[in-house]
């Protein structure tokens, strides 16, 4: 019996981690592609260094430099990507989950927006044509995929 309780135990903790891990996208728990979130901020993006790292909320960031750490750091909602860092242009098309080109992006009233980019199909173009309808859309779509992930 107590061998059942302590397993049930575990599984619940294991259950209420996982459900207030949030949903980024990310490689092996790390976020960006090893781009510094903070950078995007500062000129455009650049690559960090696995030395210089922090984690927040399960996800590992790199970073350019030990100033940029700190201030994502100090605030760091303040320069995480929205939707997860998954393609904007696709959550506001229709809800899903797309990887990202972290080169191509777009910041919008201080908020970091990441698109998917090949050669043939640069989704930022697409975002631009319809950014109004497509960012309503996107917040929708992104609130009730957090609302069932609860």
């Known amino acids: 019996m107590r061998t059942l309780y302590i397993s049930a135990l575990l599984l619940f903790n294991l259950f209420c981690v996982t459900a207030q891990q949030p949903d980024v996208n990310s490689v092996n728990g790390l976020a960006l592609q090893g781009y510094d979130a903070v950078s995007y901020f500062r000129g455009g993006p650049v690559k960090g260094h696995p030395n210089i790292k922090a984690s927040y909320m399960g996800t590992t960031y790199w970073f350019a430099d030990p100033v940029n750490r700190e201030l994502f750091m100090k605030d760091p909602l303040r320069y995480l990507p929205e939707y997860g860092g998954w393609c904007a ?62």
Not at 104 to 131: G, H, M, P, Q, S
């Open 89 to 150: 242009y696709a959550m506001g098309e229709s809800g899903d989950k797309v990887s990202v080109d972290p080169e191509t992006y777009k910041i919008v009233d201080n908020r970091l927006y990441l698109f998917y980019n090949t050669f043939l199909n640069n989704t930022l173009k697409k975002w631009n044509a319809r950014e109004e309808e497509l960012l309503s859309k996107a917040n929708i779509y992104w609130r009730e995929q957090q609302k069932n992930k609860k």
